[in-house]
């Protein structure tokens, strides 16, 4: 199987987002740390690493449908979204929250997350160049 460069777009995309991620973890775990205490730190770091192993899961699928069946990448995008979400609502709804949850710092770095990741994903997207005539 011969790989081209339009085929790595998606792992581009996986790299990025988790590079941006990685910052993320240690701008939330030093705020944390330094203005409020651990479990604050640790609910935001905790809720950050969440999200973005659920996020490249989606993009995971993605990259893999996009070079075996091209034809259903939206399909299965969407039915990873959607799985996506039903495991988050088991998960709130399951499981108890721990002691030292912090909720505000946990949903400010989960909103911080999925605004990041989106913000990467469209510019790696408008880096990336199709070719769309040989």
Known sequence: MNITVNDLMWRKVAFACVNAMSWLVIGFGTAGILYADWHAALSAVGTIVIVAFFSWISVALTDVTSRRAPGIVMVVAMAGFVLKLV??????????????????????????????????EVIVFIRHRHRIYD
């Open 87 to 120: 495991a988050f609502a088991l998960i709130l709804t399951l499981f108890d929250a721990p002691f030292w949850l912090r909720p505000e710092w946990a949903a400010t770095a989960a909103i911080a997350a999925i605004i990041l990741w989106q913000v990467v």
